[in-house]
């Protein structure tokens, strides 16, 4: 071993210079950790469709992306050491974009669902669950528990699974009357839409987004029994794109470990639906 007796100002001078070294080493390792098109442009590609508050959606007044995936992609983001180009896109075409390489990763309240793995890995970061809801006032006095909705009209977004989920549960639930009439509609608020207009007699909704709903518009909905099925949401990652599944994952960990997911769980009353554990593809 070799000791060097230095001035105090150089023994400073060089102890602030191997911070920095180690410091510039520590960012280094951590954008090394990003597939090589990001770690250079510093930029992730997110596809968004904006209109699923509180998750994501856009403010009234000046019209900015805001919601729980938008402040937790940008808390993602920052951990990375990149920003977030988000992109607006129809729910449709959000895992279409995906793997066709227009976007990096999709964060859209996005069931993980088994049908979507084969295009893509799922980094599940809430729990969401299908809720039957009906209106509250004497249009909906007729219904008190989740089988008296049994051969009637129920409404839900298409492009989500509570389609199926309900077609599941009515088969399960209906036996011996007549099975739930499932409506498909293009997205939540039109089959709140619905239910108002008495198209239909009850809607379906996730557990997640429901509470929202019913905060926007007091004493119209009410929700009937528990939620009936459960799937987590996850963050969509192209398979081909192992690096960045594995970037983002470690980000979401961190996050969850030092207690800023949490922070902004509850910013947005989602403590219910929150995650203590990050899986993946619907397993740990």
Not at 29 to 47: C, G, N, S, Y
Not at 77 to 88: H, I, P, T
Not at 102 to 130: C, E, H, I, K, T
């Amino acid at each position: 071993m070799i000791t060097l007796n230095l001035p105090g100002s150089l023994s400073r001078s060089l102890s602030i210079g191997l911070c920095a070294l180690l410091f510039g080493a520590a960012v280094q390792a951590e954008a090394q950790a990003l597939p090589d098109a990001i770690a250079r442009t510093k930029v992730i590609k997110v596809a968004v469709n904006s209109i699923y508050p509180p998750m994501e959606y856009k403010d009234p007044e000046s019209g900015e992306l805001v919601g729980f995936d938008i402040d937790l992609g940008n808390a993602i983001a920052k951990q990375l050491g990149v920003k977030l180009d988000w992109q607006e896109s129809a729910f449709e075409q959000l895992l279409p974009s995906l793997t066709t390489g227009r976007v990096d990763m999709v964060l859209s309240g996005m069931s993980d669902v088994p049908g979507r793995r084969d295009a893509a890995d799922f980094l599940d970061y809430l729990n969401s669950g299908a809720q039957f809801y009906i209106l509250s006032g004497a249009q909906g006095s007729a219904m008190h528990q989740p089988v008296d909705l049994c051969g009637k009209a129920v409404g839900t977004s298409r492009s989500t699974s509570f389609p199926a989920d309900t077609a599941a549960w009515s088969a399960a639930h209906c036996v011996g009357k007549a099975a739930v009439t499932v409506e498909g509609t293009e997205d939540t608020s039109a089959a709140r839409m619905q239910l108002k207009q008495g198209r239909i007699v009850a809607g379906v909704q996730g557990s997640e987004t429901l509470p929202y709903a019913m905060k926007l518009e007091p004493n119209t909905y009410k929700p009937i029994g528990e939620p009936f099925a459960t799937s987590p949401e996850g963050i969509a990652i192209a398979k081909s794109n192992p690096k960045l599944r594995d970037a983002v994952k470690a980000a979401l960990d961190k996050l969850i470990a030092n207690g800023t997911y949490s922070a902004i769980v509850a910013k947005w009353g989602l403590q219910s639906s929150a995650v203590q554990q990050l899986t993946m593809n619907g397993t740990k």
